[in-house]
C-alpha cells in the first residue's frame, strides 16, 4: 500500500517501499518546528510525504495569506521560489526558508522589470497585474498582483478600459473572458500546464464516461474551452469534495490528487497528462526540510528598495 504516494512519484519511485524512513524524517521535522517555533507551509503539487505534515496547505493565495497572518518566527515555505518570496516580501521581522533553493518556476523567468517598463510605456494608462508567479523586482515596477484564484476580481477593482496583465498569456486569455477591460499580455506560459491538449480530454472523456474534466486557468484556450470548471488549485479541490460526479480529470500538477484521493475514497481521479508534472514543485524532499532548518539555511532575503515597492503590489491585491 502506497498511500497514494504512486501520483507524486514520477522519475521518484524511491519512495515507494520507504514508509518507515518518511516517518522517521517527518517526525525529525516535526519535532524541529516546534523547537525553532516554525510553522510549514505546503503548496498543494508538493510530495505527498510534505503535504502530510504541513501546517497548512494551499494554494498561492492561501499560502500568502497564512504567511502574513502566522505567529511563529520562521515560515519554512514548501513551494518555488516566487512564492517563499512573497512571504519574505510581506514579513521582513520573519526568517523565511525555501528548503531547496533550486525551487524555481519557469513562468517566472520569462519576463524581466525592464521588460515590464518597456510595456508598461506603450500604455501609460494600464494599470500593471503581475501574476504571482513573477520576480520580487517584478512585483515591484507592477501596480497589483493576482493569483488564479483572484485574477478577475483584481482586473475589474481597476481603473481605466485596459490593464496590462504579465507574464502568462494563457491567464490572460482566460481573465478577458469574464471582464470587459482590453487584456494586454505577455508571452509567458507555463510548460506542465501547456502540455494538456483538449484531445487527451476528448479520448479520456470517451474512455471515463461522465468524468469531469477540471483545469487550471495556466491551460491554454483550446483546453479550457472543453473544461467543466476551471479555478485554482484549491478551488479544483473544494470542486471535486462537492461534485457528485465519480470520475475526475485532473489538469494540474498530479501532486494536488495526493488530497483529493485521500478525501474522496469513492472517486476517481485521472491526471488529464502523463506530462503534468511541474519538477520544480518535486525538488524539495524531506532531507531538505531537515538541512535548511538544522543549519538555518536557504534563507529569502529581498533588498529593501525591491521589498518595500513589491510589497504594496501584494499588499493591494490582499486588500481586495
Ligand atoms: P495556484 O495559485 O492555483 O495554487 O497555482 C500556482 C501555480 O503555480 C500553478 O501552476
Ligand atoms: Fe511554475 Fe507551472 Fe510549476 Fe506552477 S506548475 S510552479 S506555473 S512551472
Redesign the pocket.
Known amino acids: 500500500m502506497d498511500n497514494g504516494r504512486y501520483f507524486n512519484d514520477i522519475g521518484d519511485k524511491q519512495n515507494i517501499g520507504k514508509d518507515e524512513d518518511i516517518k522517521l524524517k517527518q517526525e525529525k521535522i516535526k519535532d524541529l518546528l516546534k523547537k525553532k517555533n516554525a510553522i510549514l507551509l505546503a503548496h498543494n503539487?508538493q510530495r505527498d510525504e510534505i503535504q502530510e505534515i504541513a501546517d497548512f496547505q494551499g494554494d498561492s493565495l492561501e499560502l500568502s495569506v497564512k504567511a502574513n497572518k502566522t505567529d511563529a518566527e520562521i515560515i519554512v515555505f514548501c513551494g518555488?521560489k516566487f512564492m517563499a518570496e512573497s512571504a519574505a516580501i510581506m514579513n521582513p521581522d520573519k526568517t523565511v526558508i525555501l528548503p531547496n533553493e533550486n525551487a524555481g518556476?519557469?513562468?517566472v523567468d520569462m519576463i524581466t522589470a525592464k521588460e515590464i517598463l518597456n510595456l508598461k510605456a506603450g500604455y501609460p494608462d494600464a494599470p500593471v497585474v503581475a501574476y504571482v508567479?513573477t520576480s520580487a523586482e517584478c512585483k515591484a515596477v507592477s501596480d497589483i498582483c493576482c493569483t488564479s484564484a483572484n485574477a478577475v476580481k483584481v482586473v475589474d477593482s481597476l481603473r481605466g478600459e485596459r490593464v496590462i496583465m504579465v507574464p502568462d498569456k494563457n491567464l490572460g486569455s482566460y481573465v478577458q473572458r469574464y471582464t470587459r477591460k482590453e487584456v494586454i499580455s505577455w508571452p509567458g506560459y507555463?510548460?506542465?500546464?501547456k502540455r494538456t491538449k483538449p484531445e487527451d480530454i476528448k479520448a479520456l472523456k470517451e474512455k471515463y464516461p461522465g468524468a469531469l474534466f477540471v483545469a487550471h486557468p495556466?491551460s491554454t484556450p483550446e483546453t479550457i474551452d472543453v473544461a467543466d470548471h476551471v479555478s485554482s488549485t484549491s478551488g479544483m479541490y473544494k470542486f471535486v469534495m462537492e461534485s457528485a460526479a465519480k470520475y475526475f480529470i485532473i489538469g494540474t500538477?498530479r501532486g494536488i490528487m495526493y488530497k483529493m484521493k485521500k478525501e474522496n475514497p469513492n472517486k476517481v481521479f485521472i491526471s488529464s497528462n502523463k506530462g503534468l508534472v511541474?519538477p520544480?514543485?518535486k525538488k524539495t524532499h524531506l532531507e531538505d526540510i531537515i538541512n535548511s532548518l538544522e543549519n538555518m539555511k536557504n534563507i529569502i532575503k529581498i533588498p529593501e528598495e525591491i521589498r518595500i515597492p513589491a510589497r504594496k503590489s501584494i499588499e493591494n491585491m490582499l486588500s481586495l
Open positions: 503539487y518555488v518556476c519557469p513562468m508567479n507555463c510548460p506542465p500546464h495556466e500538477e511541474c520544480n514543485m
